[in-house]
């Protein structure tokens, strides 16, 4: 790598990742980061980019990675040759190609998680493919410490047969369930109907469809159209669940067949260590939902443990007037800290809207409930 430091260009500095990469990599690494986006009201051109920065970042939506990419590697030329190239999008096969068109090193990033409120990646995931990278090694090696992420190594085709499991799976099994309690809402009522006969499953089940439903929309269409692993994936899973509706249909009789095809092998091949391991994990969630559940109290998180912030918090709550009961802290070994704050006597709704405002608006945390 060039002893100068690199200047940085992130196609779709206007999007949410594009926005946080620039803050990151101005704050956390004080480099010098262009954006080229139409909705960036500082965007430069694309040849621009090309000819002043060091390090380009893809960073557009999906379904427009390959071909953005595909124009630079044109206006790139020989150009390239000298520059490291890398995206973040959620399919890795098609823009990892696409980069390796041009004459740049190429590394390919997925982040597993949408931009967090915290500075760094700290706790979370991220995929990194290397394609082609020599003299950008150093570079590549000091953002990955910085994004302080836990790192998985995975070609782009691995990565993307993942991904047809871990997100278009996940997100086309909820999906099926939003619609079905679409469709039989006469005979169940609206999800809020739905939800004071809540189990723990019910509960993290709906929170996913919210998560979902509530989202980018061209985000979620993108994984299930977007990466070509996905058809298999699906008609698997509808082969499965067209399976297990068969031998429903079939009563009584069909009972063993629902043990030997869905229970027993698949309990198998998860393995008693992965099995209690779930199980645990199971466990804890339900008994914070159980604990988010109760009106007379406050979760707050904060994706950063920094000196002063359970002091700044507690002045909040006192220019609220709010009188606590007690204070329940846990912390993560990525540094995330959880507060629990329960109050006496009950605040007013108003009071405690205004609050959870000024907490959201501090910057210190977030109120999860």
Request: hydrophobic content about 50%; proline content about 8%.
């Given at each position: 790598m060039n002893q100068h430091v690199p200047t940085v260009g992130i196609i779709g500095s206007a999007g949410a990742y594009g926005r946080w990469l620039?803050?990151?990599?101005?704050e956390r690494l004080q480099l010098v980061v262009c954006g080229q986006d139409p909705a960036d009201p500082d965007s430069r051109t694309a040849q621009e980019l090309i000819d002043t920065c060091d390090v380009l970042i893809f960073s557009a939506p999906i379904r427009h990675t390959a071909a953005v990419i595909a124009d630079y590697v044109r206006l790139a030329?020989?150009?390239?040759?000298?520059?490291?190239?890398?995206?973040?999008?959620?399919?890795?096969?098609?823009?990892?190609?696409?980069?390796?068109r041009s004459e740049a090193e190429v590394?390919?990033?997925?982040?597993?998680?949408?931009?967090?409120?915290?500075?760094?990646?700290?706790?979370?995931?991220?995929?990194?493919?290397?394609?082609?990278?020599?003299?950008?090694?150093?570079?590549?090696?000091?953002?990955?410490?910085?994004l302080e992420a836990n790192?998985?190594?995975?070609?782009?085709?691995?990565?993307?047969?993942?991904?047809?499991?871990?997100?278009?799976?996940?997100h086309a099994s909820h999906l099926a369930q939003a619609a079905t309690l679409r469709v039989m809402q006469d005979e169940v009522g609206h999800p809020s109907e739905i939800l004071p006969f809540r189990s723990a499953s019910f509960e993290m089940d709906l929170l996913m469809m919210?998560?979902?439903?509530?989202?980018?929309?061209?985000i979620y269409e993108d994984i299930q159209f977007g990466n070509a692993a996905v058809p298999k994936v699906l008609a698997e899973l509808s082969r499965q669940v067209d399976a297990l509706q068969a031998a429903v249909a079939c009563g009584d009789a069909g009972r063993e067949t629902f043990r030997a095809q869905f229970l027993q092998p698949s309990r198998e091949h998860f393995g008693e260590a992965t099995l209690a391991e779930g199980n645990h994990a199971f466990e804890r969630i339900g008994y914070l939902l159980a604990d988010l559940s109760d009106n007379r109290a406050l979760s707050v998180h904060l994706p950063e443990d920094r000196p002063g912030s359970l002091r700044a918090l507690l002045g909040l709550f006192?220019?609220?007037?709010?009188?606590?009961?007690s204070i329940h802290s846990s912390r993560t070994p990525q540094g995330e800290v959880h507060f629990r704050f329960t109050f006496t006597p009950p605040v007013a709704k108003a009071t405690l809207a205004e609050l959870v405002a000024q907490i959201d608006g501090s910057g210190i945390g977030r109120v999860l409930a």
């Open positions: 620039t803050r990151f990599l101005r030329g020989a150009r390239s040759q000298a520059q490291l190239w890398l995206d973040v999008t959620s399919i890795k096969a098609e823009p990892v190609a696409a980069m390796l590394v390919g990033l997925h982040p597993m998680t949408a931009p967090p409120k915290a500075p760094t990646l700290k706790g979370r995931v991220m995929v990194v493919s290397e394609a082609r990278l020599h003299t950008w090694r150093p570079f590549v090696e000091h953002l990955l410490n910085a790192l998985v190594r995975a070609t782009p085709d691995q990565h993307d047969r993942m991904m047809a499991v871990v997100q278009a799976m996940v919210s998560r979902i439903l509530s989202g980018n929309p061209a006192e220019e609220a007037g709010v009188n606590l009961a």
